[in-house]
């Protein structure tokens, strides 16, 4: 029996690249963001110190306004002087007034652009919450792909194990039948065991293909990204794939025990008939389709 490579699913190679491409992509935002937030504060701060700087330049020009109004040399300057020196200083109490209220608007912009990038940092946190939560579900998964890969090691490793015993088995048959000493009740079980442990091997192997099939199948079919529902329920199917596996597993293990009782106990009738021993009684045998 041949099974599937598991490690090699084209499927399980895309999730993983596209999820490390969503990791690096999420970092990077977030690296962005925080520099942007940083940026945004700094500024924050220069300007509310030159509005506080602009605030008392303003103050002392008014206080200098009024000192040059109040000054007693008010008295010996001529209509004209006073009149200019009063435009002069409306002038620049404008000029000033005018760079405050754009200070002030600008203050309250970068305010504003702080409030957006705070909720857009909020909103990538919340997103990195689930991307560490598909990542550790990817990570479950693929761990039970490696237990799988283990399993099927160890699948190989027990079916040659069982094509020796049937082997054996096989030619042992052959030769008490050569002697005309087989026992009938004898044959037949091994029979029903070869038969039931063959339509084990056949449908595990079965049940390995047909979860990749159908991954495969559903791959071919579309060319964008599969959505993460979508990966998660191939992934459940998977799963319910590979419990079916452990329980023919579990029954082939089973079957396999037994067989190797009942070859023991052949064994042993083989070495009675070969010493000129009569067997005292008959093969036990019980209900062998009991186990599968």
């Keep these: 029996m041949i099974l599937p490579d598991l490690e090699e699913n084209p499927l399980m190679a895309e999730i993983t690249d596209l999820q490390n491409k969503e990791v690096g992509t999420y970092r990077s935002a977030m690296g962005k963001m925080a520099e942007d937030i940083i940026a945004l504060r700094t500024q924050v701060v220069t300007l509310e110190a030159e509005n506080s700087q602009l ?41 000033e007034t005018s760079k405050v209220a754009t200070q ?30 598909q990542r550790g579900n990817l990570q479950h998964h693929q761990s039970h792909m490696a237990n799988m890969a283990t399993l099927e090691v160890t699948i190989k490793r027990q079916e040659k194990v069982i094509e020796k015993t049937e082997k054996a088995l096989e030619s042992k048959l052959r030769e008490m039948n050569r002697q005309g000493k087989t ?7 091994e029979l029903a065991l070869l038969a039931e442990n063959t339509r084990l091997r056949e449908e595990l192997d079965r049940i390995h293909r047909q979860p990749l099939h159908a991954v495969i199948h559903e791959s071919a079919q579309t060319k964008e990204i599969i959505p993460l529902k979508e990966k998660l329920a191939l992934l459940n199917k998977l799963e319910k794939a590979e419990a079916r596996v452990q329980t023919l597993e579990a029954q082939l293990e089973a079957n396999s025990k037994l067989w190797g009782r009942k070859k023991q106990e052949l064994l042993t009738k083989l070495s009675e008939h070969r010493h000129g021993f009569v067997p005292t009684g008959s093969t036990v045998l019980h209900n062998v389709s009991a186990v599968s």
């Design 183 to 189: 026992d009938c009740r004898g044959q037949e079980t």
């Design 104 to 133: 002030r608007d600008r203050i309250q912009q970068l305010q504003n652009e702080l409030i957006k990038k705070n909720d857009s940092e909020k909103e990538l946190l919340k997103l990195n919450r689930v991307q560490q939560q």
């Design 55 to 95: 605030r008392s330049d303003l103050s002392l020009h008014q206080d200098l306004g009024r000192h040059l109004l109040d000054d007693a040399d008010i008295a010996v300057m001529t209509k004209a002087e006073i009149a200019d020196r009063i435009a002069s200083l409306k002038f620049k109490l404008a000029s």
